[in-house]
């Protein structure tokens, strides 16, 4: 038996949108995502600008396959509105550009030591780089390299999209704060990293950070194999590290980053610990929030969501 067409009213939210239809014909057991993709179709513009919205409560239409459009609660002769939401821009650019800043700012800022601090009062030449401020490079490099890779060949995304207009705000925090910031102090030779090793701390700082970005990774391949290549759909993440908290790849990104902060002993990795930290607890609540309200009773709500005991 043919299921059932409706038609919707079609309306523009904020800015006008050329050539979007009056009306949408849809069948209930269509995909959502057909509906994206007509209204696409006859505007010319790119599904991922599109946002639709329904006007009896204002919730917002999924753009997923698995989603009918009957589950959605649309039925014959519902309005739906249209927003434009601007030039987009992917994903996975946007990763990689991040990550880009500090890859390019720590050997630049590293090879240049000569030409941008003054040599110390004690001595005749300009010293070469401590081991310790070696070190630091090494780990940021790995670090962020670790983070273009998973982007490339792990990450799958639930938007394929963001906001082109963005990508200057997502930048600042590794551009910046990871990038400039962090390289311009650590790798001065009045840096607490210009001094000799402190051995008791610098072993166990890196077996910190060594079993941090292999937990990690670890988390980032359990969350992948939730999705299908291309797909939205959502599942619940087991493992060891995510019996213990909601989201053990923000536990273990904390871990990485605190090892580097005990290596370098600077303020700038402090700030970079902690803002960094504080940004992704609120990830995480928002993720136990969703993961609560989406799967009710299926999922075991956790009491910390990104540091066992603390948080």
């Known amino acids: 038996m043919a299921s059932k067409s409706i038609s919707l009213s079609v309306r523009p939210r904020g800015q006008a949108i050329p050539k979007i239809p009056e009306t949408a014909a849809v069948t209930l057991d269509a995909p959502a995502s057909d509906l994206y993709h007509r209204l696409s179709a006859d505007s010319g513009l790119s599904v991922h600008r599109l946002r639709v919205t329904k006007g009896s409560d204002g919730s917002v239409v999924p753009n997923r396959k698995e989603v009918r459009v009957g589950d959605t609660g649309l039925r014959d002769g519902s309005v739906v509105y249209v927003k434009d939401l601007g030039p987009q821009i992917s994903w996975t650019t946007v990763f990689l550009v991040e990550y880009l800043g500090p890859l390019l700012i720590h050997p630049l800022i590293y090879y240049s030591r000569p030409y941008l601090y003054r040599a110390p009062p004690t001595s005749n030449a300009f010293p070469p780089p401590s081991s310790l401020q070696t070190t630091a490079l090494t780990l940021v490099l790995a670090h962020f390299l670790k983070r273009e890779l998973e982007t490339l060949f792990v990450h799958r995304f639930s938007l394929a999209t963001m906001p082109a207009r963005n990508i200057f705000k997502n930048c600042f925090h590794y551009w910046v704060l990871a990038g400039l910031n962090l390289a311009y102090w650590i790798y001065s030779p009045s840096s607490p990293t210009a001094a000799p090793a402190n051995a008791y701390i610098l072993y166990p700082a890196l077996a910190l950070w060594v079993v941090s970005e292999a937990g990690n990774l670890y988390t980032h391949v359990v969350l992948r194999n ?78 910390y969501v990104m540091i066992p005991g603390v948080c």
Do not use: D, H
């Not at 493992?239 to 902060?261: D, K, Q, R």
């Open 226 to 303: 939730l999705r299908s290549r291309g797909g939205k759909e959502r599942g619940i993440p087991r493992g060891w590290a995510f019996e213990l908290v909601t989201c053990p790849n923000y536990m273990f990104e904390v871990g990485a980053w605190l090892s580097i902060w005990l290596v370098t002993w600077s303020l700038a990795a402090g700030v970079m610990t902690v803002a960094g930290g504080a940004q992704m607890w609120v990830w995480a609540r928002k993720k136990e929030s969703a993961y609560r309200r989406e799967f009710g009773a299926g999922y075991s709500p956790k009491r």
